[in-house]
């Protein structure tokens, strides 16, 4: 279960209330959610995490090589992992294109729309050909909105959040460098722990296992 605003404020608060010296500094709850909003997309951005990122399909109109509803929560190029035709193999992959105004020939491609073009907030992207018809896989990180509330669920790991804020907070004040880097180097062994949980998975689940699975 992941936790809370409140849970990670109390956690927080509790680490930073153990915190040595007279120059210990006063922090509101504003500072700290701010901070765990700052901590939480560094990390969404660090890796695809498999409980941040899903699946969608989506149907293409066929004319202009847009999906006839609504991508789901996809901020920016980075956040997608890949684009398929369903059903796909390894090599449909859609190639990403950086800049669209140079395309010639039908291979299989995709390309961002700009920031102020108007399909850009539901749409996001245009496929090429633009006359492909059928439906496509979009595999993607999906950013949830900022967390305010109290009761605003953050999803990551609690151990990794808490001293990511807490090392964060220590280091712009910066009168507890000891703790600040005692908090830093938590967060560096839980971090990589979360990391080798998932290599150890990806092992376990491979190609040459075989009781492997693919999760489309």
């Known amino acids: 279960m992941y936790p809370t605003v409140s849970d990670l404020i109390d956690s927080v608060l509790m680490e930073l209330n153990l915190v040595g ?28 995490w498999d409980h941040l990122t899903n699946t969608t399909t989506h ?9 006839t ?8 190029v980075q956040d997608i992992k890949w684009i398929r035709t ?28 700009s920031w102020d073009h108007p399909q850009y907030a539901d749409k996001f992207f245009k496929v090429f050909p633009q006359t492909m018809t ?25 151990i990794c959040i808490k001293h990511f804020v807490v090392s964060t907070m220590l280091s712009t004040d910066g009168m507890n460098p000891g703790s600040e880097a005692r ?19 990806i092992l376990r689940y491979g190609r040459r296992n075989p009781d492997s699975f693919t999760v489309a």
């Open 69 to 76: 509803d609504e991508v789901f929560k996809i901020a920016k």
């Open 59 to 67: 149907t293409l109109d066929g004319v202009a090589g847009v999906i």
């Open 134 to 158: 059928g439906q496509i896989k979009v595999r993607a990180r999906r950013m949830p909105a900022k967390f305010l509330a109290g009761t605003d669920v953050v999803p990551f790991d609690e």
């Open 183 to 201: 908090h830093s180097a938590m967060f560096d062994q839980r971090y990589q722990d979360l990391i080798t949980q998932d290599s150890d998975r």
């Open 21 to 48: 010296g007279s120059a210990v500094q006063t922090y509101t709850e504003p500072q700290i959610i701010e901070t765990i909003n700052n901590c939480f997309r560094f990390l969404f951005d660090k890796r695809f």
């Open 86 to 113: 369903d059903p796909f193999r390894d090599r449909d992959v859609l190639r990403y294109i950086p800049d669209d105004d140079f395309i010639t020939g039908d291979f299989p491609g995709f390309a961002i729309f």
